[in-house]
């Protein structure tokens, strides 16, 4: 029954749950154009949210959970940094204008709550769907709600405590590293032998570590199974067929890496989404088909008869909140039209901008369907959304494609630039659309365990969009005049080491880019969605046979990403497979259930500390280098310590593994119980 006498949307939750959306949007904004990956704060939100709020009179498990829901929006719509970039990297952009990023967000992410609305009550009501960090939010809740006499305080500030340690460490690492130059960010060493070349490398990013730490050990695994098939096996069989002439071994295979293998990894990416969904086909259809028979969306006259615990947004407020998202979707295109090509007709603009945002309606809701499932499945964090990203890129590209096909002379004046431009466009609010749906439906899992009700966590979801939207422009520009992109520099005197990969943005330019102009190397990419099959086959059998998984999609990660990023992930992850394999054991011998989810739980939350703390050190950095207008200013030393910090960072490294560790196994209460029940 639902606890009618509690209340759950007030202004003072809102208001801290902008607030925690703010930090989390800049930290994952960060970390996406780092690495290529976000990581989900429900539950960083919640511990927050839990002992901020304790110190107010009246405060509640649904008042936390909404906090916890609105700021949520931070791990999810900062997902379209997978595709704003690209549009600076084709050199459309010349920055970040401020209203077209913050309405392409808001409007693609308030699409998204709206379009898994009516898949609630089938999808987390009545399915069996694991939802994994739902769960685990409702748990912390949960957790924080029932310690009442004094112990909600001791565990709220221990779980704050956790989050400060992990942010500190990391924003020291951060500070050192990218502000005083003190430690070294990577290690990097070649072996040739004639004219082939091996690579072997890894950073020292704290972040780094606990992305790979929230992966697990069966992604890592993966990750590094594809660094090492990039490296030792793709790179020097390409690089043996052709050397280019006046290049090194070196030279060549990063060439070789970064024009060939890449798309090999990205061939390698689309399929293993694809797969994905189509092995998710037949539940969606069955959901989408249930949900259409038994609605829960109810006008304003019949709330009275829906229980608190299952009344969603109304019809009426759905279809005023879609008729107004077209309008601004169908304005924003026409502007970004008018702006990057005034000299096309307005037949022509109205006509493209209806069919750009029809195709995102439509498209859209497919992808909604499929990321809710997806999330429901694997947990948020593991759905493949750069992945539909990419998916979404060549669709929209082909289907514009075809338009000049059919209308040449109509066509014309939009050939080059503009029409990748606006097919990138596009991708970017369905990247939108697909981040937010693969996030609410976990949220309303989690408000479900926990007796919310479900329209107020909708509202308050779109409210975290709005915040969010507002938020990613200025992020992206600071980041963007500070240290640039791979592909697109702002000033050309600037520290290239220091530069942000975006990887998911300069893939999905190139994508673009190479259909219209016919560059594109499918070569490359069928060879990846064959390795691609295979690793599926595999994963397939693993699976079945009970002996563990290989994810197609980290496989492609591995092969797409740096060696510098993949191999961090991967000691991440094997960091977090020896804490569980100490927390299991200890567990056994103890009988201490309790204790060994709090040891978990401190895990994710000294991970999500690491996250946060090296992401907005990063910001503070490219505040400065931004108004100095200088590369290094706060830097104590010259490029001749480059060595000596070189093993600094690497011990470094080594210290935070071992604090990690001990502060998760061995700081951990494991005092033996009678039934386990009690920590």
């Given at each position: 029954?639902?606890?009618?006498?509690?209340?759950?949307?007030?202004?003072?939750?809102?208001?801290?749950?902008?607030?925690?959306?703010?930090?989390?949007?800049?930290?994952?904004?960060?970390?996406?154009?780092?690495?290529?990956?976000?990581?989900?704060?429900?539950?960083?939100?919640?511990?927050?949210?839990?002992?901020?709020?304790?110190?107010?009179?009246?405060?509640?498990?649904?008042?936390?959970?909404?906090?916890?829901?609105?700021?949520?929006?931070?791990?999810?719509?900062?997902?379209?940094?997978?595709?704003?970039?690209?549009?600076?990297?084709?050199?459309?952009?010349?920055?970040?204008?401020?209203?077209?990023?913050?309405?392409?967000?808001?409007?693609?992410?308030?699409?998204?709550?709206?379009?898994?609305?009516?898949?609630?009550?089938?999808?987390?009501?009545?399915?069996?769907?694991?939802?994994?960090?739902?769960?685990?939010?409702?748990?912390?809740?949960?957790?924080?709600?029932?310690?009442?006499?004094?112990?909600?305080?001791?565990?709220?500030?221990?779980?704050?405590?956790?989050?400060?340690?992990?942010?500190?460490?990391?924003?020291?690492?951060?500070?050192?590293?990218?502000?005083?130059?003190?430690?070294?960010?990577?290690?990097?060493?070649?072996?040739?032998?004639?004219?082939?070349?091996?690579?072997?490398?890894?950073?020292?990013?704290?972040?780094?570590?606990?992305?790979?730490?929230?992966?697990?050990?069966?992604?890592?695994?993966?990750?590094?199974?594809?660094?090492?098939?990039?490296?030792?096996?793709?790179?020097?069989?390409?690089?043996?067929?052709?050397?280019?002439?006046?290049?090194?071994?070196?030279?060549?295979?990063?060439?070789?890496?970064?024009?060939?293998?890449?798309?090999?990894?990205?061939?390698?990416?689309?399929?293993?989404?694809?797969?994905?969904?189509?092995?998710?086909?037949?539940?969606?259809?069955?959901?989408?088909?249930?949900?259409?028979?038994?609605?829960?969306?109810?006008?304003?006259?019949?709330?009275?008869?829906?229980?608190?615990?299952?009344?969603?947004?109304?019809?009426?407020?759905?279809?005023?909140?879609?008729?107004?998202?077209?309008?601004?979707?169908?304005?924003?295109?026409?502007?970004?039209?008018?702006?990057?090509?005034?000299?096309?007709?307005?037949?022509?603009?109205?006509?493209?901008?209806?069919?750009?945002?029809?195709?995102?309606?439509?498209?859209?809701?497919?992808?909604?369907?499929?990321?809710?499932?997806?999330?429901?499945?694997?947990?948020?964090?593991?759905?493949?959304?750069?992945?539909?990203?990419?998916?979404?890129v060549i669709l929209v590209s082909l289907l514009l494609l075809l338009l000049t096909q059919l209308a040449p002379a109509a066509m014309q004046q939009l050939g080059g630039k503009p029409i990748i431009a606006l097919a990138l466009f596009t991708?970017?609010?369905?990247?939108?659309?697909?981040?937010?749906?693969?996030?609410?439906?976990?949220?309303?899992?989690?408000?479900?365990?926990?007796?919310?009700?479900?329209?107020?966590?909708?509202?308050?979801?779109?409210?975290?969009?709005?915040?969010?939207?507002?938020?990613?422009?200025?992020?992206?520009?600071?980041?963007?005049?500070?240290?640039?992109?791979?592909?697109?520099?702002?000033?050309?005197?600037?520290?290239?080491?220091?530069?942000?990969?975006?990887?998911?943005?300069?893939?999905?330019?190139?994508?673009?880019?190479?259909?219209?102009?016919?560059?594109?190397?499918?070569?490359?990419?069928?060879?990846?969605?064959?390795?691609?099959?295979?690793?599926?086959?595999?994963?397939?059998?693993?699976?079945?046979?009970?002996?563990?998984?290989?994810?197609?999609?980290?496989?492609?990660?591995?092969?797409?990403?740096?060696?510098?990023?993949?191999?961090?992930?991967?000691?991440?992850?094997?960091?977090?497979?020896?804490?569980?394999?100490?927390?299991?054991?200890?567990?056994?011998?103890?009988?201490?259930?309790?204790?060994a989810e709090n040891a978990r739980r401190t895990g994710v939350l000294l991970a999500s500390g690491l996250i946060v703390g090296e992401s907005l050190m990063g910001l503070v950095i490219a505040g400065l280098i931004g108004v100095t207008g200088?590369?290094?200013?706060?830097?104590?030393?010259?490029?001749?310590?480059?060595?000596?910090?070189?093993?600094?960072?690497?011990?470094?490294?080594?210290?935070?593994?071992?604090?990690?560790?001990?502060?998760?196994?061995?700081?951990?209460?494991?005092?033996?119980?009678?039934?386990?029940?009690?920590?």
């Amino acid at each position: 029954m639902h606890p009618s006498h509690l209340r759950e949307m007030t202004i003072r939750g809102v208001i801290l749950g902008a607030l925690i959306t703010i930090v989390f949007t800049a930290a994952n904004v960060y970390l996406g154009l780092k690495v290529g990956m976000t990581f989900a704060s429900a539950i960083p939100a919640a511990v927050i949210s839990m002992a901020l709020l304790r110190n107010f009179k009246g405060s509640n498990i649904l008042e936390n959970n909404m906090v916890q829901t609105q700021a949520s929006a931070a791990g999810t719509l900062s997902a379209v940094i997978f595709i704003l970039p690209s549009l600076l990297i084709l050199g459309y952009w010349t920055g970040f204008p401020f209203w077209q990023a913050a309405l392409v967000c808001a409007a693609g992410g308030i699409l998204g709550v709206l379009y898994t609305v009516p898949l609630r009550r089938v999808m987390v009501v009545q399915s069996q769907l694991p939802y994994p960090e739902g769960v685990a939010a409702a748990e912390v809740l949960k957790l924080g709600h029932t310690s009442t006499n004094g112990d909600l305080g001791e565990q709220a500030s221990r779980g704050m405590r956790t989050l400060l340690a992990g942010s500190s460490i990391a924003a020291l690492y951060g500070l050192c590293s990218g502000g005083f130059k003190l430690l070294g960010e990577s290690f990097s060493a070649w072996f040739t032998t004639g004219p082939l070349a091996f690579r072997v490398a890894t950073g020292f990013s704290p972040a780094l570590i606990a992305a790979g730490y929230l992966m697990g050990a069966a992604a890592g695994l993966s990750v590094i199974a594809g660094v090492v098939l990039s490296w030792a096996v793709l790179v020097p069989v390409l690089n043996s067929v052709a050397v280019p002439s006046g290049l090194s071994a070196i030279e060549s295979s990063s060439q070789v890496w970064s024009t060939q293998v890449r798309f090999i990894g990205a061939g390698l990416i689309g399929i293993a989404a694809i797969w994905t969904v189509l092995n998710m086909l037949k539940p969606i259809i069955g959901a989408m088909r249930a949900s259409a028979g038994n609605r829960s969306t109810y006008s304003a006259h019949d709330k009275r008869a829906v229980p608190d615990t299952d009344r969603d947004m109304s019809t009426f407020a759905m279809a005023g909140i879609a008729a107004l998202v077209f309008v601004v979707l169908l304005a924003i295109v026409y502007y970004f039209l008018a702006e990057g090509v005034p000299q096309i007709s307005t037949g022509l603009r109205i006509g493209l901008s209806l069919l750009c945002v029809l195709f995102v309606f439509v498209f859209g809701f497919l992808i909604a369907a499929a990321c809710g499932y997806m999330a429901g499945l694997v947990g948020s964090s593991s759905s493949p959304i750069s992945g539909i990203g990419i998916i979404g890129v060549i669709l929209v590209s082909l289907l514009l494609l075809l338009l000049t096909q059919l209308a040449p002379a109509a066509m014309q004046q939009l050939g080059g630039k503009p029409i990748i431009a606006l097919a990138l466009f596009t991708t970017a609010v369905v990247i939108a659309v697909a981040a937010i749906s693969n996030d609410n439906l976990q949220d309303l899992k989690t408000g479900y365990l926990v007796g919310a009700t479900p329209a107020r966590q909708q509202w308050v979801l779109v409210i975290g969009c709005i915040v969010g939207s507002l938020v990613i422009p200025p992020v992206l520009e600071l980041l963007y005049n500070a240290y640039g992109f791979s592909g697109a520099m702002p000033r050309p005197d600037m520290d290239v080491q220091n530069v942000l990969a975006a990887p998911q943005a300069t893939l999905m330019a190139a994508i673009a880019s190479g259909i219209f102009d016919g560059s594109l190397n499918w070569n490359m990419l069928l060879t990846g969605v064959a390795i691609g099959a295979v690793v599926i086959a595999i994963d397939w059998a693993l699976r079945a046979t009970g002996k563990g998984a290989m994810p197609a999609l980290a496989v492609g990660l591995g092969i797409y990403l740096p060696p510098t990023i993949g191999v961090t992930l991967f000691i991440g992850a094997m960091l977090g497979f020896f804490i569980e394999r100490a927390i299991a054991r200890r567990e056994q011998h103890s009988g201490n259930v309790l204790a060994a989810e709090n040891a978990r739980r401190t895990g994710v939350l000294l991970a999500s500390g690491l996250i946060v703390g090296e992401s907005l050190m990063g910001l503070v950095i490219a505040g400065l280098i931004g108004v100095t207008g200088q590369n290094a200013p706060i830097a104590l030393v010259g490029p001749g310590f480059a060595y000596t910090a070189q093993w600094l960072g690497l011990a470094f490294l080594v210290a935070v593994c071992v604090f990690f560790y001990r502060q998760v196994v061995h700081k951990t209460s494991w005092h033996a119980v009678n039934g386990g029940m009690k920590p």
